[in-house]
């Protein structure tokens, strides 16, 4: 039962981190792109959280600079 249980915990672990990680490294390679010159980007926003946040911030920024 025990096993069970740790079993099910890493695994919701595992779930959660990648859920967790996913926007980040959008942001992150979306950010790299522009710092290459590429203003196309724009990420896609999913959800109402400080990752959303910041987000719709880069997106503002990327919309400002290509204005420039």
Do not use: Y
């Amino acid at each position: 039962m025990t096993g069970v249980a740790a079993f099910l915990g890493l695994l919701l672990a595992g779930i959660m981190t990648r859920a967790l990680l996913a926007p980040i490294r959008n942001l992150r390679r979306a950010s790299l792109a522009v710092k290459a010159g590429d203003l196309t980007q724009r990420i896609e926003i999913k959800g109402h959280d400080e990752l959303a946040d910041l987000s719709d911030t880069f997106n503002d920024m990327v919309e400002k600079l290509r204005q420039k």
